[in-house]
């Protein structure tokens, strides 16, 4: 690290810390010597693992979003959501129809929305999650499915929502029966699921997993990124 | 004056040959309904404790949205949505409090709500914009010889300040069924509860209001009954089958939105979808009188 980095202090379960300026919450929390083996996952704001609780200095207001796109701000006040132990029914796609009836079975707590909007204003990938959760409760499955498609799946929605309703389940609900009912069935990736259950991987696979971590490294970083 | 159609969550599924036929019926009347975008629970019902806010949210974000939307008003075909809204409003706009907490819950919208959209619904459309007589202009297949009780139930009239029509002695549903060229029978129970949602924890109460009130239609010389209120059409219709259950002597009569009548007289085909959303089949009826 460059020498004369500006510091600013942060207070970490209560405790103050001081911390490079522009850190991302994660780096902070690192950087303050926490080992972090929950509560972090990708770093790049795709997983959702990273949801955090924060209020800044002189604000009021508990805040939340992802640890590692988070800027840390002088004087804040953090605290991260290891996991979220929300309720998650166990059913069989095969027996479900993408309609309201699955919603009203599996779901039944979506119907005591409010309309507040606390789970769209908490929402750190900016979905419209009151309106999905609108969507399901009149049936349209399809436009839950489109509304909800960035769910990262950090669970902040059910923590702050009044009406308990578990939000982000019910999305991923909504995306499968799109996925299995009301899409049109793709070709090419049937064609390639089969391939690749007849093994297409199978020797590439396996030279991989006897490589060493600095070859698997190597070949990580040199690999090559394909851009539409 | 710009019009915005606010369905309502029962409108999109059990309901939803209430819309198709009032859909297609504006649109022979030559005023098309169109749907406000991102709507949302109207509130389900409106809530008469004070100082639960949280309880007129929904409500107010739609009348909200319609505002930003460009809407002067909305209108609604579900009773529950019209009382829902338009109580709503006059509670929050009424107290200055209110309106600034409520406003306070309005986050993620383009503005704070002023209260700028009326809520009115489709039968004061019909009567007052629309009038009765041009709708009698375009009947092409008079309801001749079909009596047919307006059922009302409480939410169309009561509490009176929002009452569509006079809220101890409605005529307005009667007289659109005379328009139609049917007879309109007033009965002595068409203003009574139905039961609402004790439906779901008391069903035998729901049941015991069917029976009365189906009852006293009959008795008035009733063939079927028509209502705007998706609540009252499962309790009147979907309920008979626990009634029939019940009361041995109990003899079933169609009930129907408004509005799948007036798509019959005025000419428009019967559509076959309509019929699986009722419990009581209105076909034979319909075919006796010849108008499908």
Redesign the interface.
Known sequence: MPKNVPMVKVYILGEGFDVPEGSTIISALEYAGFQLTVGVGCREGFCGACATLYREKGDYKLQAGLACQTVVTDGMNIAQIPFVPAEKPIYDINKLDPDIEAFKTIYPILFRCVGCNTCTKICPQDIEVMDYVQALIRGDIAKAADLSFDCIRCGLCALRCPAEIVQYNAAILARRLTGKYLLPNSPDLEARVKEIAEGLYEKKLQKLTKSDTETIKKQYYDRDIKTV | MKSGYFPG?TL??NAKHFEDSAMQVMEVLGHPLEEME?W??C?TVFSMTTDDL??Q??SI??LLRAENQGYDELITLCSMCYNTLKRAKEFILNDEENLRKVND?????DSKFKGTTDVVHLLSILKDRITFEEIKNKVTKPLTDLKIGAYYGCLLVRPKELAIDDFEDPTIMEELVDTLGGEGVVFPYRLECCGAYQTIIEKDVTVKRTYEIINSARNAGCEALITSCPLCAFNLDQRQKETSEEFLEFSTMPVFYFTELMAIALGLKWNKDWKKLHYIDPVPLLKEKGLI
């Open positions: 969550c999109k599924t991102n949302i629970c509130g949280m309880l949210l929904a974000r739609n819950f309005m986050y993620k919208e």
